[in-house]
């Protein structure tokens, strides 16, 4: 019997997400110390009090942009040495290195939009081939999977009265309760500005709840491990995935996509990282205490439309 080269690919496709998937997650949970000097595996150390927290939960409103740091972290540190091509990176440009959209509380009346948006299939069900399922039937499968089994403990216990983000991490994007998401160095809290602000005849609730329903649909979508799916939507990384959200608003807020590069010279990405939406025109309206400043000034604090450096401690 012989055996096309081809016939393989979609094994090795398997086989090489797999290795990509589980790299990241590992990456992301390993921490270093340098006084005393150690390595750490999946060890939770927030910086975020429970001050901050009740401050950020009093003021939440759905459709918020929730901007995430850690300190200490590998896969924080290797975030850091991005930066957009041609330029170095800096303090200032990655002091953030998560971002999610919050979409409030939800219960059994919102179950049919999750998954519902999501376009293609999974990468598994693709290469193994072992379930033939209708769109529908896969939309379905997803919302069982990342709703009513991965929350069935707080849907049961507070049903509609937890509060999710909804982000991408490297087992894909999922929607996670606001207490645990909140756990890190630093928290930012952004905004949609007010409809006069928007340079768009467009009513501002609408968009937000197009926001919310964009995120919420996109639970179970696949992580995008090469960071440059911005048109498609079909995977997505964090930035990229809160990107499509606000895509109608991202040109009235100055927020488009760049080629950022590892040092910014090696492997260019088209993609959106977190700290694009710094730089934009969102409203900043909370920080958490363990951040002193913005490490950029507002729009309106720019000259010749260029953010001005500001220290940061």
């Not at 393989?8 to 949970?29: D, E, G, T």
């Not at 033939?132 to 707080?154: C, I, N, P, S, V």
């Not at 993609?271 to 363990?290: N, Y």
Request: charged share 20%; net charge positive.
């Amino acid at each position: 019997m012989q055996f096309s080269h081809l016939s393989i690919l979609p094994f090795l496709r398997l086989v090489a997400r797999y290795c990509q998937r589980k790299l990241l997650i590992v990456a992301s949970k390993l921490t270093f110390h340098s006084t005393p000097p150690f390595i750490g595996y999946n060890l939770k150390v927030p910086c975020i009090t429970a001050t901050d927290f009740r401050e950020l939960e009093a003021i939440l409103e759905p459709g918020d942009i929730l901007l995430r740091g850690h300190s200490g972290y590998l896969d924080s540190a290797l975030i850091r040495l991005l930066a957009a091509k041609g330029e170095c990176p800096t303090p200032f440009t990655t002091i953030f290195t998560h971002v999610g959209i919050y979409v409030g509380a939800v219960g059994n009346q919102q179950r049919s939009k999750i998954s519902a948006q999501i376009t293609g299939f999974n990468w598994v069900i693709n290469a193994i081939d072992t379930q033939r399922l209708t769109l529908g039937q896969y939309h379905e499968y997803k919302r069982r999977k990342h709703f009513d089994l991965a929350h069935q403990r707080t849907l049961a216990q507070a049903l509609g009265r937890h509060r999710y983000v909804v982000h991408a991490t490297a087992e894909g994007v999922i929607m996670e309760d606001l207490f645990s998401y909140a756990q890190g160095s630093y928290l930012a809290l952004l905004r949609l500005p007010d409809q006069s602000m928007l340079g768009q005849a467009e009513n501002r609730a609408i968009a937000l709840t197009q926001v919310i329903d964009r995120a919420l649909g996109k639970v179970g979508s696949e992580f995008d491990f090469s960071f440059n799916d911005i048109y498609l939507h079909h995977t997505f990384s964090c930035g990229e995935l809160a990107y499509y959200c606000y895509k109608d608003q991202a040109t009235a807020l100055g927020l488009t996509p760049k080629n950022w590069a590892f040092a910014g010279m090696f492997f260019p990405r088209l993609t959106v990282h977190p700290s694009d939406f710094v730089l934009s025109d969102f409203k900043r309206v909370w920080k958490s205490a363990s951040l002193t400043q913005w490490p950029w000034p507002a729009a309106q604090q720019r000259v010749n439309n260029q953010p001005v450096r500001m220290d940061f401690r």
